[in-house]
């Protein structure tokens, strides 16, 4: 029996799944018992470098739609407008759908697999999120006879690419982005990437598999590192941090909190290890403890792996479905959210400054762990000398913090505004 399979795409994951299939054809047909196909594949254009072979080519999606001799069709093109029409028109007309879009599945998902589960076919995106890990499937079964507490992890390598550039390298943002651009790890407007959004897409996804809720990704925080100096990551290395961008779902009783925002982070943790453009995803769970999963989050051959992982478990009948939005969600706004923080302060360099400063915290309820005052000095637009206060807060709600750093801000020997990092304990 044949499993015929269209592809919609030619860029550089379906050039790596066209590569990986054809290399791998033998292997794949013992697994599924059954042949892998590839019939047909739509493309905005044909490419001269890709042997496409036997394969029927056009650039019309709809013909991936309306071809019925397709068992599985794979969506490689990106974007949510054609990449959601597509998929939507496969699954209404019973076709099964493999993706590696997280953005159609942050913005249309809930609809999308509503519809896969009332016309009984899979759609399937394992390669949505964190490249060739395979979260996914292991967040599927929800690890039996466990409950599953957090989830957190570095799901966007360009961020982290940047992060471990100018820790190891001394570079600042703008070169370190740079060079992630020279190097293909950043696109030409990296702002989706930089900013959080892709990152905080993901999380929504990995957040209704963990706690079975709707994908929500407008509940989802999200911060970018733009704002992470050199003088940050230096100063919370003197701490014993290292700075990442982190995403966080993490539930507690009916209440979910997810975030995306740059993090301190012990050095001792994993996740500080993570370096360059991999990826790492951890689990807390109630009986096995904290499960850990790295790799590459990118790629061609990454992504196209986690895409022949969905296919196979198709064509052997071992594909299920996961479940998806069998609870609410109640989001827990950041405000409420507690955690200890690490502070840089701009404070003029006179007496009493460095007492107000815990005078203030105190009169909110927040108290200082460790607090370092620097000695170099760094010159305001009003050329007044500043030195730079840094300060790592025991645990606090965050409204209650910025409460304190508005009060701190207004002081006249305070420069505006306050550098805020939350620190996050992945104990």
């Given at each position: 029996?044949?499993?015929?399979?269209?592809?919609?795409?030619?860029?550089?994951?379906?050039?790596?799944?066209?590569?990986?299939?054809?290399?791998?054809?033998?292997?794949?047909?013992?697994?599924?018992?059954?042949?892998?196909?590839?019939?047909?594949?739509?493309?905005?254009?044909?490419?001269?470098?890709?042997?496409?072979?036997?394969?029927?080519?056009?650039?019309?999606?709809?013909?991936?739609?309306t071809d019925d001799d397709l068992n599985v069709v794979i969506e490689l093109i990106g974007g949510t407008d054609a990449a959601y029409?597509?998929?939507?028109?496969?699954?209404?007309?019973?076709?099964?759908?493999?993706?590696?879009?997280?953005?159609?599945?942050?913005?249309?998902?809930?609809?999308?697999?509503?519809?896969?589960?009332?016309?009984?076919?899979?759609?399937?995106?394992?390669?949505?999120?964190?490249?060739?890990?395979?979260?996914?499937?292991?967040?599927?079964?929800?690890?039996?006879?466990?409950?599953?507490?957090?989830?957190?992890?570095?799901?966007?390598?360009?961020?982290?690419?940047?992060?471990?550039?100018?820790?190891?390298?001394?570079?600042?943002?703008?070169?370190?982005?740079?060079?992630?651009?020279?190097?293909?790890?950043?696109?030409?407007?990296?702002?989706?990437?930089?900013?959080?959004?892709?990152?905080?897409?993901?999380?929504?996804?990995?957040?209704?598999?963990?706690?079975?809720?709707?994908?929500?990704?407008?509940?989802?925080?999200?911060?970018?590192?733009?704002?992470?100096?050199?003088?940050?990551?230096?100063?919370?290395?003197?701490?014993?941090?290292?700075?990442?961008?982190?995403?966080?779902?993490?539930?507690?009783?009916?209440?979910?909190?997810?975030?995306?925002?740059?993090?301190?982070?012990?050095?001792?943790?994993?996740?500080?290890?993570?370096?360059?453009?991999?990826?790492?995803?951890?689990?807390?769970?109630?009986?096995?403890?904290?499960?850990?999963?790295?790799?590459?989050?990118?790629?061609?051959d990454a992504t196209a792996t986690s895409v022949i992982a969905d296919l196979t478990n198709i064509a052997s009948g071992l594909y299920?479905?996961?479940?998806?939005?069998?609870?609410?969600?109640?989001?827990?706004?950041?405000?409420?959210?507690?955690?200890?923080?690490?502070?840089?302060?701009?404070?003029?360099?006179?007496?009493?400054?460095?007492?107000?400063?815990?005078?203030?915290?105190?009169?909110?309820?927040?108290?200082?762990?460790?607090?370092?005052?620097?000695?170099?000095?760094?010159?305001?637009?009003?050329?007044?000398?500043?030195?730079?206060?840094?300060?790592?807060?025991?645990?606090?709600?965050?409204?209650?913090?910025?409460?304190?750093?508005?009060?701190?801000?207004?002081?006249?020997?305070?420069?505006?505004?306050?550098?805020?990092?939350?620190?996050?304990?992945?104990?």
């Open positions: 029996m044949s499993i015929n399979v269209g592809i919609a795409g030619l860029g550089v994951v379906a050039q790596a799944l066209l590569e990986l299939a054809k290399k791998n054809a033998d292997q794949l047909n013992d697994i599924t018992a059954k042949t892998l196909c590839v019939a047909r594949l739509a493309s905005r254009r044909l490419r001269d470098e890709v042997e496409l072979g036997e394969i029927a080519f056009s650039t019309n999606l709809d013909d991936l739609v029409d597509l998929i939507k028109a496969c699954l209404e007309r019973g076709r099964g759908v493999i993706t590696a879009n997280k953005a159609v599945l942050a913005t249309h998902g809930n609809e999308l697999l509503e519809i896969a589960c009332a016309r009984n076919v899979p759609l399937a995106f394992e390669a949505a999120v964190a490249g060739g890990i395979p979260i996914i499937a292991a967040l599927k079964t929800r690890f039996p006879a466990n409950d599953i507490n957090w989830v957190t992890g570095i799901i966007n390598g360009t961020c982290n690419y940047i992060l471990t550039a100018m820790s190891e390298e001394g570079v600042a943002f703008e070169d370190a982005l740079r060079k992630a651009q020279d190097l293909g790890y950043a696109e030409a407007d990296p702002t989706f990437d930089v900013g959080g959004m892709d990152a905080a897409q993901k999380l929504a996804i990995l957040v209704a598999l963990a706690f079975d809720v709707p994908i929500e990704i407008d509940e989802v925080y999200c911060e970018g590192i733009q704002d992470i100096t050199l003088a940050d990551i230096r100063h919370a290395d003197e701490f014993g941090y290292s700075i990442k961008h982190l995403a966080i779902g993490r539930q507690d009783e009916d209440v979910i909190e997810m975030r995306v925002h740059p993090a301190l982070v012990p050095k001792d943790n994993l996740l500080a290890k993570v370096n360059d453009v991999e990826n790492a995803v951890q689990v807390g769970t109630t009986n096995t403890g904290v499960l850990r999963f790295t790799g590459p989050g990118a790629g061609g299920r479905q996961p479940g998806i939005g069998g609870g609410a969600l109640k989001a827990r706004p950041i405000g409420e959210v507690s955690s200890a923080f690490f502070l840089s302060i701009a404070a003029a360099d006179r007496a009493g400054v460095i007492a107000s400063i815990g005078e203030t915290l105190a009169s909110h309820g927040i108290s200082i762990a460790s607090m370092v005052q620097k000695q170099e000095e760094v010159v305001r637009s009003d050329d007044r000398a500043v030195i730079p206060v840094v300060i790592l807060t025991n645990e606090v709600a965050e409204h209650e913090l910025d409460q304190s750093l508005r009060e701190l801000e207004s002081l006249e020997d305070i420069a505006s505004p306050i550098k805020k990092i939350r620190v996050v304990d992945l104990a």
